[in-house]
């Protein structure tokens, strides 16, 4: 029963699209309308700044943490709280509230690990920054972080609990990127000034 409850709250906290509250509390444009058309960070850093985009970071990892967190009270373990991990990616991607448009998932994923393996989000988090340092592209960032999950989650340790769900996480994050891989290929792809 604590499993159900995990999922369906996952999936709620998951909806929320912090993107669009905090341009609504900061009168930015709607994100989903401007820019990119995409509800999260890096689109709202360039219609708001590094501030809104801080705010929509912080608080799309922490849906995902909040959520892990919430399954670890209701004594949900192993594979199963991989799967609410997954479940608040979904809603995040699919949000109830917002017409099942969101974002794509990623600060919400390693929000998400940091409750399932704290140090493996330690490791995405420095390679998120590195990436995004190296090569200015967020997307590029996005994809290979993706990509490290489910192979950190492995090392770690966490082969047989938490790397299927973390690897369905990264396909879902891949599948969303993959008009930015398309730009990728054609050098239309924009960069991140800092």
């Given at each position: 029963m604590g499993f159900i409850i995990s999922l369906v709250i996952?999936?709620?906290?998951?909806?929320?699209?912090?993107?669009?509250?905090?341009?609504?509390?900061?009168?930015?444009?709607?994100?989903?309308?401007k820019g990119s058309g995409n509800p999260g960070a890096t689109n709202v850093?360039?219609?708001?700044?590094?501030?809104?985009?801080?705010?929509?970071l912080i608080g799309d990892a922490l849906k995902g943490l909040i959520a892990v967190l919430i399954a670890r009270l209701l004594h949900?373990?192993?594979?199963?709280?991989?799967?609410?991990?997954?479940?608040?990616?979904?809603?995040?991607?699919?949000?109830?509230?917002?017409?099942?448009?969101?974002?794509?998932?990623?600060?919400?994923?390693?929000?998400?690990?940091?409750g399932l393996a704290p140090w493996v989000a330690v490791?995405?988090?420095?390679?998120?920054?590195?990436?995004?340092?190296?090569?200015?592209?967020?997307?590029v960032a996005a994809l290979i972080t993706a990509i490290a999950a489910p192979i950190y989650m492995s090392i770690g340790g966490y082969f047989l609990s938490y790397t299927f769900p973390v690897l369905l996480i990264t396909i879902?994050?891949?599948?969303?990127?993959?008009e930015n891989i398309c730009r990728l290929r054609k050098g239309t792809e924009g960069k991140i000034k800092f």
């Amino acid at each position: 029963m604590g499993f159900i409850i995990s999922l369906v709250i996952a999936y709620l906290l998951g909806s929320i699209s912090c993107g669009i509250i905090v341009s609504k509390m900061l009168n930015l444009p709607d994100p989903r309308q401007k820019g990119s058309g995409n509800p999260g960070a890096t689109n709202v850093l360039r219609l708001g700044g590094k501030q809104a985009a801080a705010y929509v970071l912080i608080g799309d990892a922490l849906k995902g943490l909040i959520a892990v967190l919430i399954a670890r009270l209701l004594h949900v373990h192993g594979i199963a709280l991989g799967f609410v991990a997954f479940v608040a990616v979904i809603g995040h991607i699919f949000p109830v509230y917002f017409k099942f448009k969101g974002g794509k998932g990623v600060a919400t994923a390693i929000g998400a690990i940091l409750g399932l393996a704290p140090w493996v989000a330690v490791f995405l988090i420095a390679t998120w920054i590195i990436v995004l340092l190296i090569f200015r592209y967020a997307s590029v960032a996005a994809l290979i972080t993706a990509i490290a999950a489910p192979i950190y989650m492995s090392i770690g340790g966490y082969f047989l609990s938490y790397t299927f769900p973390v690897l369905l996480i990264t396909i879902l994050i891949i599948w969303k990127h993959w008009e930015n891989i398309c730009r990728l290929r054609k050098g239309t792809e924009g960069k991140i000034k800092f």
